[in-house]
């Protein structure tokens, strides 16, 4: 098979809305948008809350507290069967390491070890956070799993 024999699945390409061309396609006239106004004129695009001018309901209703939940930085996560397909000369694996080798980004602050996969050496693992999982397999393979 070659690129220029491969074929859509039925049904994922659909016809093309085809408006202004007459009355009886269906989509003549005002061609699906309704009388006149700001939302038929071309161009038009109103926010999502707008209402006309009118004071919006988002900005009536009183904001109350605070949330940390933009401020929060979620830790980079690599499973213990990640760490088993890194280069066997490596025993000491930390978030540099990690990111030296493509394993998570390079700016990552934070790093979580979790314990999907198996892993047969000693390694030494230093991480923020560790799966109770992933602790016990890269003990039982004799390595140490240090949180920094």
Known sequence: M???ELKNVAGAVHRKKRVGCGEGGGHGKTSGRGGKGQSARSGSSIRPGFEGG???LYRK?????????A???EPAIVNVGDLESLDASIT???LEV???NGLVRRDEKL???LGNGEISRALKVTAQKFSESAK???EKAGGQAIVA
């Open 92 to 94: 000491e694996i930390n």
């Open 54 to 56: 009118q004071m919006p």
């Open 2 to 4: 070659r690129l220029h």
């Open 136 to 138: 016990a397999k890269i």
């Open 71 to 73: 401020f929060r930085v």
């Open 61 to 69: 209703l009183p904001h109350r507290g605070f949330n940390q939940a």
């Open 111 to 113: 790093l979580k070890v």
């Open 98 to 100: 990690l990111g030296a």
